[in-house]
C-alpha cells in the first residue's frame, strides 16, 4: 500500500521556520516529480513547491519564492520543505504529493498524504 506521510508541522511565530518532510512508502517515488501544497480554512488547495526528479528543477508559488526551499532524498524516498520567514498567511494544513498527472502546479497528483498542520502566531 503506498503511503506518504507528513511530519513537522506545529506552532510557530511569525518570522519563524519549520521543516516539513513527507515519506514516502509503498514504492519509490524516485522517478517521479514530488509537490507541496497547502490548504487553508474555506480556500482551495493551492501549489506550493515542486521539484523534479533529479532535483535539476524546483518550482514555487510566488508567496513563498524566496522563503521556503524544497528539496528531496531519493535514497529515503523522503521530499523536505525548509519554511523560513513564516507569516501569517502561511497557516495552513501542509499536503505532499507524488506523481503529477497534469503538470507539477496542479493539485492533480496521482498520491497524496494526510496533510500537516502550520500555524503562525503573530
Known amino acids: 500500500q503506498v503511503q506518504l506521510a507528513e511530519s513537522g508541522g506545529g506552532v510557530v511565530q511569525a518570522g519563524g521556520s519549520l521543516r516539513l518532510s513527507c515519506a514516502a512508502s509503498?514504492?519509490?517515488?524516485?522517478?517521479?516529480?514530488r509537490g507541496w501544497f497547502r490548504q487553508a480554512p474555506g480556500k482551495e488547495r493551492e501549489f506550493v513547491a515542486a521539484?523534479?526528479?533529479?532535483?535539476?528543477?524546483?518550482y514555487y508559488a510566488d508567496s513563498v519564492k524566496g522563503r521556503f526551499t524544497i528539496a528531496r532524498d531519493n535514497a529515503k524516498n523522503t521530499v523536505y520543505l525548509q519554511m523560513n520567514s513564516l507569516k501569517p498567511e502561511d497557516a495552513a494544513v501542509y499536503y505532499c504529493?507524488?506523481?503529477?498527472?497534469?503538470?507539477?502546479?496542479?493539485?492533480?497528483?496521482?498520491?497524496w498524504g494526510q496533510g500537516t498542520q502550520v500555524t503562525v502566531s503573530s
Open positions: 504529493a507524488a506523481d503529477p498527472l497534469n503538470g507539477v502546479t496542479a493539485p492533480t497528483y496521482r498520491y
Open positions: 509503498g514504492r519509490t517515488f524516485s522517478g517521479y516529480a
Open positions: 521539484i523534479s526528479v533529479s532535483s535539476g528543477h524546483t
